[in-house]
């Protein structure tokens, strides 16, 4: 039998989103009017997809751990979400689970979310994916999902996995006290700027990587067009963005996980991971939706 260092798969879990997303547009809503976007895409969301889908997109072995509805909109996201090759063995299918949708406005490399949450975000199949044969690490692509399922780290690491997690901009529990605790287990701590300097108080991303640090043995602070930084062992290391032709923004934290979790996973060192994180960002933003741009490459 394989030891966990000796699988290479790993299981993305969170919430699957419909994502309507509006470009072209002028500036953002505001109450009591009335403004039109240029463009509209209906694309399948959530950190958990955008994430298993540039990992099976590197070639990385993912399977999704999430719950989906049975209505028309979530059929739809599915057939989207199996077009990538992402193993759906264990999502659950439920009609308290949908639709889960996102509406998404984007203006210049800014966008803000309106999203309707669908039912629990523990699938009845967790036990069974976390034991998977093939399973070496779990992501956790936002805290809201460990918030909701506590003993979710401890699960992972009874069966031997690494864990991931992108703490992802919620905000009723990015201020949470009990953050960093309830984390506790975390190999790979994955925040952006705005989340770490939430979760710190710390504006500059050197001094918030130094206090989270003492909490995780590796973070990782996305900062956007500023590139990336990596403290781990000591070590603190920061590479810079590449320029590229920005359509949407949506969900290039989360295809920057992938290219960083798979490298790592791979045992490159630090400053190969930052720049495979950043490469794998950088496709994503090139089309509206976070891993619609995986269809065309």
Not at 26 to 39: C, H, K, T, W, Y
Request: hydrophobic share 45%; glycine share 10%.
């Amino acid at each position: 039998m394989e030891t966990p260092a000796q699988r290479t798969a790993v299981l993305s879990i969170g919430r699957i989103y419909s994502d309507l997303i509006f470009t072209g547009l002028s500036g953002l809503p505001v109450l009591g009017r009335e403004i039109f976007a240029n463009g509209l895409t209906i694309s399948a969301g959530g950190g958990a997809y955008i994430t298993a889908a540039h990992l099976q997109h590197l070639g990385r072995e993912t399977a999704l751990v999430a719950r989906l509805g049975v209505d028309p909109l979530s059929a739809q996201t599915g057939a989207e979400i199996k077009a990538t090759g992402v193993n759906l063995r264990f999502v659950e299918c439920s009609v308290e689970a949908g639709p889960q949708l996102t509406a998404v406005t984007v203006l210049g490399d800014e966008r803000a979310f309106l999203t309707k949450r669908a039912g629990s975000a523990r699938p009845s199949t967790l036990e069974a994916a976390v034991a998977w044969s093939h399973a070496r690490h779990l992501h956790i692509a936002e805290y809201a999902t460990l918030h909701e399922i506590p003993d979710l780290i401890a699960l992972a690491k009874e069966q031997g996995l690494t864990v991931s997690l992108d703490p992802s901009w919620d905000a009723d529990l990015i201020y949470d006290e009990n953050l960093l605790a309830t984390c506790r287990g975390v190999d790979l701590f994955l925040p952006n700027r705005e989340e770490a300097e939430a979760i710190t108080g710390l504006s500059d991303p050197q001094e918030a990587l130094a206090q989270l640090t003492q909490h995780f043995p590796h973070v990782v602070l996305k900062d956007g067009a500023r590139g990336a930084w990596l403290a781990t062992e000591g070590e603190m290391l920061h590479v810079p963005a590449q320029p590229v032709n920005v359509v949407d923004t949506t969900g290039a934290g989360d295809a920057f996980n992938a290219g960083f979790i798979d490298a790592w996973l791979s045992a490159a060192d630090a400053g190969a991971c930052l720049a495979a994180g950043i490469t794998a960002g950088s496709l994503s933003v090139q089309a509206a939706g976070g891993a619609s741009v995986l269809c065309f490459s």
